[in-house]
């Protein structure tokens, strides 16, 4: 590849080579790429075609939970929202949504009710997964900024990264935000002395924006008693601040709730019925037995090889790519650790891999799981979370590039056990389901800096930048998915792209070769 190809022809050629490496987003660029993003986000929020009945666990833990942290008036309206329609956002993680490639997924989701009935517009929903580390590319630790510095990385050695302001200490960056105790004042308040530092070199409107969050929306959420109900929390005391005052109070809102929470109470509804599919995944040893083969070695389930390895060996944990069998669990810094299932005489147990005085061994009887359930000693994996969500409730997941392919390969792999034993109506329900729903990673905005520096726009840039108006919501909705897919190179389809477009240079090329194929469509905001 050389910068000597025409800008316009060098994104083309780029663009098709990420296409041809993601089948889902090239078949949608393929087929509807010319739709502007207005009529192609209807999709988002069309009603059951299928209703769950209204007794379904699914309802009564979503109202529960999210009346117990944002009270009865909005849990009755997220309710309503699931009763009419079954779409959901999953392809956030837990923490306060700042990194550009979630966030502008979320507002993409909130751009369609936008301009739905006003039975749906209000609120929906934001299943986020708590079973990440703190300092991933998201980063539940604090707060992360689009804009990225160098730093020292080794001997004579730097890298970009984005700027980052951390609430939790660095010594709990690979705990799980799902297992962490609740932030304190004084950590909010070293946050904030770092904020208002020279290390970082905050611009000024940077950091008004990032103390806004420190001083009048974190401290919002002191009394609750763990990280992840003060995700919640947080979210929803941020999410208006990134509008102007005229959008703010008409806008849909995101409820942020965590996955795995939601999900350990499905799984214990679920697991009191012989006739459920998690009971039949779980517990008939033949179809469990054809399930861990069909998706052995598949994305977010479990490779039994490394499983299997992991329990005879003294490698760390964190080093292998092992999976999980069906539950994760913790170690006593919080940290995920695998599990398998191991026969004991006539018995099974659900093993944790790696042993430590804080875990233990759970049995593997309906009573034994739905009990370690109960009491937090493990939490449902990937695979058991979007059993419960799309295949046994017919929820359509709306993820990212990457859920587009394993979610399918989830649903494939249990359709295909049922087959293979006996089981095909439970198969036919779990074959109808769309589980290919990709709504995350299309850019829709972008930062401009004094400098010409430009970056896929996040939280903290929208409220730098003064806000998102009804005139920039005009010129997303205006946007071809094509186009969207297009300004996505630099950041989300980075990984799919030559070392070359990688590094920090490539990346600052391609953002303004981007931005010169889009500019008069792109909303852009300003940051001094």
Known sequence: MTTNTPPCHLLDTLHQ????QRRHLGELIRTRGTTRLRDWCTSLCTPWSQPLPTSDSL???VYGHTARLLGSK????LTSHLEHSPHVLTANHHGLDCYAQTLQGTLLFAL?????DAQISSCFPVLACGNVSLNNLTYPQGIVLARKIKTPSGRNVSRWVPAKIPVFPRRQQHALAS??????????????SLALSTSLGLLPSEQQAVLHLLDHVYPQALDHACFSDQCTAINARAWHSMFSRDLAAIFPQPVYLELETICTRLAMADLTSTKSLLHTLLFDPCVRRELMHALDGAVGCWSLEKLNDLGASSISVHNQRAGTLFFWTVDHKGCKMPMNLVKTGSTHQLVPLRTTPQTRGEKWTPAGIMHALEHHRILPSLFTCYTLLALVRGIVCHGGIYQTEYLPAMQAGVSRALRRTGHAQQADHADTVRT???CAGHNLAMAHYADGTMVPAGRIEFMAGGGITPRHLEQMANLTLEQASLASLPETFAPFLPA????HAGYGE???LVYQRLQDKLPCFAIS
């Open 74 to 77: 909005t849990a009755s309206r």
């Open 17 to 20: 080579q990420v296409l041809g």
């Open 179 to 192: 297992k962490l105790a609740a932030y304190t004042p004084a950590m909010l308040h070293k946050a904030r």
């Open 112 to 116: 369609a009710r936008f301009h739905q």
């Open 59 to 61: 309802f009564d833990t």
């Open 500 to 503: 070359r477009w990688q590094s």
């Open 510 to 512: 391609l953002t303004h």
């Open 436 to 438: 290919n729903a990709l």
